[in-house]
């Protein structure tokens, strides 16, 4: 499908959450703040704002970026790129941090790109909003709730609360709970000029106030990833309050985590996958079906049994859509030309049985174009769901499947040739009617994700959920290929 006509869909979809609730659709979401599920009601009808915090661009995303940025789907994100953490990977590797992250942020695009995230209206970068950061921090010291110690700026928290959990506890705070708003310029960072000396900004002044720039101090939605309530969104909270005491989030959403043998996957845990290394041998689109395919609340635990049924549905999904595709194709060309009958002959028996052909060429028609006419209508309906999940894929079903095939031979280790080679073998196998054989072969390939199908002479095949796996996470009927028992 033509990507753009795809964006307007998915588009479409959102502004149908930004409805008003007098329709009859009601959209319900789990705000954070309240700890419940509230109806989803814009402050402005017909208009969603909605602030969605970015990644800390210094490496290639995670499943765990990939799992924010899907279930955000239509996400208005940022990117961090002046942070600890990309300022120490920049001096590891002696590049200037801004280049480093702009490279990584790139990366960023492009697998958000192949995993068919829509693009935000904007992307904004903490290095092109200095001023809107230093203007806030401004804000925050007249109105009492910051203060400068050589150079640096800190938030005045109001309780001791929580302090050490995550931040290193700094004597010069007057409360050991209170953040940095601005850090003084130290040697071999990158820094800007400011009211209170050279440095850069603190890590959570970010969010407030370019939040506060594209939306202003009250939108609709701000979300991100579980980890972030404390102390990040919780900080925010404080200094966009602080800034502008009618500072307004409406509801607050968080997803899940991804995690690794039931542990949280993250780059300090050293248990990640990066998105790259899922996409070199699954396809895209699976791992945005299996990201979606779990609440988004959830927690979502990465296993390969997963992924490998994500991948055998989606291949089903794409294969039923062209099969569908090909149905109405041929039913289109076999309805006959609607031309009149030419009745010439004078003979009334003759007649009647033109008549009675003709009619029966009617009905037959007229059954078919009914079978067309339901068919267009599953087609419709599944492709709107595949719309809205993001999940249409921008070339044809027959290219989708193909690439799918060519990620199944990449998994096996193995070319189509082989295949072509070992369905030969088993052909010749047959023949000789050594049916034991020939199902040894079958399960041989079946093993790594590759299943023949014997459909009349011809032996055809398609991936298939690896056969040993099953065993650990049983798939869901729709994942499954059942294996068909040889029969002499
Ligand atoms: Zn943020």
Same mark, same amino acid.
Request: with cysteine; glycine share 2%.
């Given at each position: 499908m033509d990507p753009s006509k795809q964006e307007t869909n998915q588009k479409k979809a959102f502004k149908t959450m930004a409805? &008003?609730?007098? $329709? $009859?659709f009601q959209f319900v979401v789990y705000n954070t703040m309240t700890q419940q599920k509230e109806v989803f009601k814009p402050k402005t009808p017909g208009k969603v704002r909605m602030y969605v915090c970015g990644v800390t661009a210094y490496d290639f995303s995670h499943l765990g970026h990939a799992r924010a940025a899907v279930s955000f789907d239509v996400l208005y994100r940022n990117f961090t790129d002046v942070d600890d953490k990309i300022i120490r990977r920049a001096n590891e590797t002696g590049e200037d941090p801004i280049s480093l992250s702009d490279r990584y942020c790139k990366e960023y695009n492009i697998d958000m790109s192949d995993l068919q995230c829509l693009s935000p209206t904007h992307e904004p970068r903490v290095s092109g909003h200095m001023e809107q950061i230093k203007d806030m921090i401004t804000q925050i010291i007249n109105k009492d709730f910051g203060y400068v110690v050589d150079g640096d700026v800190f938030f005045a928290k109001l309780e001791n609360n929580r302090?050490? $959990?995550r931040v290193a506890v700094d004597s #010069? &705070?007057?409360?050991?709970?209170d953040f940095a708003l601005w850090k003084a310029a130290k040697l071999g960072e990158p820094s800007w000029d400011s009211p209170w000396g050279p440095g850069r900004p603190g890590w959570d002044i970010e969010c407030s106030a370019m939040s506060a720039h594209y !939306?202003?101090? &009250?939108? *609709?939605i701000h979300g991100g990833g !579980? *980890? !972030?309530?404390?102390p990040h969104h919780e900080n925010e909270i404080a200094q966009s309050c602080a800034a502008c005491k009618e500072s307004d989030v409406s509801y607050w959403l968080h997803n899940g985590h991804v995690t690794n043998n039931n542990e949280k996957m993250s780059k300090s845990l050293g248990n990640f996958f990066t998105i790259h290394q899922i996409t070199e041998r699954y396809h895209p689109l699976a791992l945005r079906y299996f990201l979606i395919n779990?609440?988004? #609340?959830s927690p979502l635990n990465y296993s390969v049994v997963q992924l490998e049924g994500a991948s055998d549905a989606i291949f089903y999904i794409y294969q039923t859509l062209k099969d569908c595709q090909d149905a109405l194709l041929q039913l289109q060309e076999e309805i006959p030309n609607d031309g009149k009958p030419?009745?010439?002959? /004078?003979d009334v028996k003759e007649c009647i049985s033109k008549l009675r052909n003709e009619f029966q060429k009617k009905q037959q028609k007229q059954q078919r174009l009914l079978v067309i006419q339901s068919l267009k209508e599953i087609e419709k309906e599944v492709t709107k769901v595949l719309d809205v999940l993001g999940l249409? /894929? /921008?070339?044809s079903y027959n290219e989708v499947l193909l690439q799918l095939k060519e990620k199944a031979l990449t998994r096996a280790g193995l070319v189509e040739d082989d295949v072509i080679r070992l369905i030969n073998e088993r052909a010749e196998v047959r023949r000789n009617k050594d049916f034991l054989k020939s199902d040894q072969m079958r399960a041989h390939l079946q093993a790594k994700g590759i299943a023949l199908m014997d459909v009349g002479t011809k032996t055809i095949w398609r991936p298939c959920v /690896?056969?040993?796996? $099953?065993s650990e996470v049983v798939p869901s009927e729709s994942q499954k290929v059942p294996p068909k028992p040889e029969t002499a």
């Open positions: 409805k &008003k609730e007098t $329709e $009859e302090a050490g $959990e #010069r &705070k007057r409360n050991s709970s !939306l202003s101090f &009250k939108f *609709d !579980l *980890d !972030l309530i404390f779990a609440h988004y #609340r030419a009745w010439t002959t /004078p249409q /894929p /921008p070339c /690896p056969v040993q796996q $099953e």
